[in-house]
């Protein structure tokens, strides 16, 4: 089984992110892919390691990452439009 480190992130790290962060283990677990890594804060992302950052739009702007994609995700309540936007990542 494939494994993907995701760090999610909200303004304030446990309400926002840690609902995206389970759809995310979710979708994960239809594709066989093992989602491991935290939901955390804005000012707590930096230097966790990682595969990806998912955020809402809105957060992720303020993302700054060279290394590390950051996707933004415009409606945190569809599951079918994250599914779409991160299994891109998945392969």
Do not use: H
């Not at 979710?26 to 000012?43: F, M, P, R, S, V």
């Not at 700054?64 to 392969?91: A, T």
Request: aromatic share 6%; glycine share 8%; net charge negative.
């Amino acid at each position: 089984m494939k494994e993907l480190k995701v760090l999610s992130v909200c303004g304030m790290g446990f309400g926002t992110s840690l609902m995206l962060f389970m759809t995310i283990q979710d979708i994960g677990k239809k594709y066989n892919i093992k989602i491991t890594g935290e939901a955390c804060d804005l000012g707590s992302y930096k230097g966790k390691p990682c595969d990806l950052i998912v955020a809402s739009s809105e957060i992720a702007q303020q993302i700054k990452s060279d290394d590390i994609p950051v996707l933004g995700i415009s409606n945190l309540l569809d599951k079918n439009d994250i599914e779409e936007k991160i299994k891109q990542y998945f392969n």
